[in-house]
């Protein structure tokens, strides 16, 4: 029961998420002839559908487009969010990870292997993932163990019978341990590890890339720290634990408890050590093999510039909020890069790129002329915003951290304009308007859309493709109400029990601040239907399936503008026919695509500016195929949470 809620919450979830992607950024002028085809592989923190606020402006925030276009290099985007070096976060018995992509055969109109091929720099960031789908809380106390180096040097022999969590996140393994935290009844339960093994993975993923494509330069990404005060990885009892443990002098305090700031982050330090580790491992088994860019070293640098009464400041424990400079480079999530971040991240290999003759000589002008242009259409109409002088800034810098220096001090504190129309399509279109709808044999995490067709209504989620580039898609269910009744009723669960767990959450906590309102900034439940609308303005994103004017619908609405929670009588006031879908509406064009065999394809980008720029590929890409009855349909791939679309054309 609990997996199926959550499968259905994921399909609605793939559907916009794969939506929020393909609206970018509104400027092309820089396009230059390219110079080199730079490839980036990875999680999410490459794919950067979380992190770049608003998210429409993820390819004037996200490192990989800011590499991409201001050294004028095509740029290809095949990361993956969730990704581990191995292993699928959607359960243990599905195959999944960056190397079973990367070993995937075949080939779509993506073109991730071709792109491969032909690219002169692979970019990657991985290893993340390794660490933080587990219990993060239990690994630090791992590490803060004053026996844990002897312990760790032990669990290296391969008979090794008491291996530490860290030897098996290098070398793969299961285990179980008892979480930090207690239930109701004061109760600690079962939390198990099964790690894939991360240094073998590298070894594996680095001969892969090279089989593929024996010349490029292969870049991989450390891991940053993101632990400052404030942040979401420092609850409660995770610091009572800590505060149990005495210092053995690895952070900072020597003969003291653990109870600072300081030394919680350096037991994270610690932790990250063991994990970046594996690639100078790697490296040093292997010289000359790859290129390690140092994200971890660069967040902290830029964290220590926050230096107050001769000390650096990194937050405190006990404070809610995320009041020092390194915060600043995490998104409100705590987990990915916040704009200022990604610009880090950029800075950070263009450097190296530099250092190593990669770089175009006219990378910072184009950097600035991004910068200017997001100024001119997102600040210079907010009130009190001197533009004059943030562009005066921005063009006087001498280098990347200059710009990052005064357009984010410049932009911090103001609420960007942003959305409008989404910029036309150039390219080709169908001749007459065409409807595809959802075949059968798709497939979500696993489960086949035949088994989850019931949930939706069939006629009522599809793609439709106009003749003058426009495209509409939705995903739509059935009344809601008598579902859930019916699922409940099966798994002899009450629909009132279920639904008075969410009446106490605070969806400012939960929902609103952590993503909603960073994606879209302005967001505010204070008003729920224009805040609805930012999604709309600017990505062609919304809810459909029930009506507005509806009373019970009005009075829901109220409740939440009012308390910014569930109201407890909702099941009373949600009608018996009440429905609920997410539609897009945007642009698209067709190309023919060609991979490395000279086998060409016939693809339909969705998308604006992206779409339409040629150093680059849109995140939406249909490959246009025939069923087995020679019918044509129309395959999508949705990596993240093992999204397989077919779609036929409608009679």
Same mark, same amino acid.
């Given at each position: ?53 608003? =998210? ?6 996200? !490192? !990989? ?29 599905? %195959? ?41 809380? $239990? ?34 393994? +299961? #285990? ?8 109701? !009844? ?14 073998? *993975? ?45 210092? @053995?002098? +690895? ?20 932790? $990250? ?7 100078? %491992? ?15 070293? #660069?967040? @902290? @640098? ?5 230096? +107050? ?44 790129? %530099? &250092? ?40 006087? #810098? ?22 409008? /129309? ?13 409807? !595809? ?19 939706? /209504?069939?006629? &009522? ?22 579902? =859930? ?22 969806? *400012?906590? #939960?929902?609103? /601040? ?85 086998? %060409? +394809? ?46 036929? $054309?409608?009679?």
């Amino acid at each position: 029961m609990k997996k199926f809620l959550l499968v259905l919450a994921l399909v609605l979830i793939v559907a916009a998420t794969s939506i929020l992607a393909v609206s970018c950024n509104k400027n092309n002028s820089e396009i230059q002839e390219p110079q080199k085809t730079i490839v980036y592989l990875g999680d999410s923190i490459a794919e950067a559908l979380i992190g770049p606020s608003p =998210l429409s402006e993820r390819d004037n925030y996200g !490192y !990989y487009a800011l590499l991409g276009r201001t050294n004028g290099f095509k740029y290809y985007n095949h990361s993956v969010s969730g990704h581990k070096t191995s292993g699928s976060m959607m359960g243990e018995d599905i %195959e999944g990870g960056m190397l079973a992509l990367l070993q995937r055969e075949g080939e779509s109109a993506t073109l991730m292997k071709t792109h491969i091929k032909e690219a002169d720099i692979i970019h990657i960031s991985i290893l993340g993932n390794n660490l933080l789908q587990y219990d993060l809380g $239990l690994l630090m106390l791992e590490v803060a163990d004053p026996d844990f180096e002897e312990k760790y040097e032990a669990g290296k022999a391969a008979n090794a019978e008491n291996k530490t969590l860290i030897n098996l996140l290098h070398d793969g393994g +299961r #285990a179980t341990r008892y979480s930090v935290s207690k239930d109701q !009844y004061g109760n600690r339960w079962e939390v198990n590890f099964n790690f894939p093994n991360s240094y073998q *993975d590298i070894c594996d993923i680095v001969s892969t890339l090279r089989e593929m494509n024996p010349n490029a330069k292969i870049f991989f990404q450390k891991v940053y720290n993101p632990v400052f005060g404030g942040s979401k990885f420092l609850y409660s009892s995770l610091i009572q634990e800590l505060a149990q443990i005495t210092d @053995d002098g +690895r952070f900072g305090a020597e003969g003291t408890k653990i109870t600072t700031i300081e030394q919680v982050r350096l037991v994270a330090q610690e932790l $990250l050590n063991k994990l970046n580790g594996m690639l100078d %491992e790697y490296l040093e088994n292997n010289p000359g093999s790859i290129y390690i860019i140092d994200a971890n070293k #660069a967040f @902290d @640098d830029y964290a220590r510039t926050d230096v +107050r009464n001769g000390k650096v400041y990194y937050g405190t424990l006990e404070s809610n909020s995320a009041d020092c400079k390194g915060a600043d480079l995490m998104f409100s999530d705590w987990t990915h890069p916040s704009n200022l971040g990604h610009a880090v991240l950029a800075a950070t290999t263009q450097a190296k790129f %530099e &250092e190593l003759g990669l770089a175009s000589p006219n990378a910072l002008s184009v950097y600035k002329s991004i910068k200017v242009e997001q100024i001119n259409r997102m600040y210079k109409d907010c009130e009190e915003f001197h533009t004059d002088v943030a562009i005066g800034l921005i063009n006087g #810098a001498d280098s990347f951290e200059g710009v990052n220096f005064a357009y984010f001090n410049m932009v911090k504190g103001f609420t960007p304009k942003y959305g409008g /129309e989404p910029q036309a399509d150039t390219g080709t279109h169908f001749e007459t308007t065409k409807r !595809y709808s959802i075949k059968s044999k798709s497939s979500v995490a696993g489960y086949s859309y035949g088994f989850l067709s019931w949930v939706f /209504e069939k006629d &009522e989620s599809y793609f439709e493709f106009t003749s003058d580039g426009k495209v509409h898609a939705q995903i739509k269910t059935k009344a809601i109400m008598p579902m =859930l009744e019916s699922i409940l009723t099966t798994f002899n669960v009450d629909l009132d029990s279920v639904a008075s767990t969410i009446y106490d959450i605070d969806l *400012d906590d #939960a929902v609103v /601040e952590p993503y909603v309102v960073e994606m879209f900034p302005g967001f505010t439940l204070d008003h729920v239907v224009d805040s609805f609308n930012l999604m709309k303005d600017s990505l062609g994103l919304y809810l459909i399936g029930f009506d507005l004017e509806d009373e019970g619908i009005r009075s829901i609405i109220a409740d939440i503008e009012r308390t910014h929670k569930i109201p407890e009588d909702i099941l009373d006031k949600i009608p018996e026919d009440f429905t609920f879908g997410i539609a897009f509406d945007g642009v698209y064009h067709i190309k023919t695509v060609k991979d490395a065999e000279g086998n %060409e +394809r016939q693809a339909i980008y969705v998308g604006g500016a992206v779409a339409n720029n040629p150093n680059t590929q849109p995140f939406m890409i249909f490959t246009i195929d025939e069923d087995e009855y020679g019918r044509e349909s129309l395959k999508l791939s949705v990596e993240f949470i093992m999204v397989s679309l077919l779609l036929t $054309l409608a009679a």
